[in-house]
């Protein structure tokens, strides 16, 4: 049962920042009164803007992905120390970059500010993916639709913030 333990934690952990950060995003998308228009459902969006309810599921499965990923780096790569150490430091630092985003673009209303922090989230997720290939390159390779959800949301958090720079909110 212990063996079931650590892989299981693994994927819990980005999966709280995500729920943590989801009473942030909900506040904002739907409005709490009925017949009130929310500040997010306010902005104007790309015609490409997926629909609200798609971002749960998507970034749940990624959470877990990247979740199993950095267990299969802190197996293979012994632990917290020796090879595993400089990757999962990295995963680390894209993981706190990646839940810091919904604070600033939904709590704090700063579109440009999420914008630059979603930049280095991108470059954070980039250098884990190649440290994490030098311990396990499936690893690896499961990142790489978290990197092309990112690159998407990073396209689509610009378009937001160019279609709306003028908003005094």
């Not at 959800?149 to 937001?160: G, H, M, Q, R």
């Amino acid at each position: 049962m212990a063996n079931y333990l650590k892989p299981v934690a693994a994927v819990l952990i980005p999966n709280i920042g995500g729920f943590l950060g989801g009473f942030v995003t909900r506040k904002e998308v739907r409005p709490s009164k009925p017949g009130e228009v929310s500040w997010y459902m306010a902005l104007k969006k790309p015609s490409f803007q997926p629909p609200s309810w798609l971002f749960a599921p998507v970034w749940t499965g990624l959470y877990c992905s990247m979740g199993y990923a950095s267990y299969m780096i802190y197996r293979d790569g012994g632990g917290f120390s020796g090879d595993a150490a400089l990757p999962l430091a990295l995963y680390g630092t894209q993981l706190a970059l990646n839940w810091a985003w919904s604070p600033l673009f939904f709590g704090q209303k700063k579109l440009g500010l999420a914008l630059c922090e979603n930049m280095l989230l991108w470059g954070s997720i980039l250098a884990t993916i190649v440290a994490f290939h030098q311990v396990n390159a499936d690893a690896a390779h499961i990142l790489l639709p978290y990197l092309g959800w990112v690159s998407f949301a990073n396209f689509l958090n610009f378009k937001i913030w160019r279609l709306n720079k003028d908003r005094k909110d």
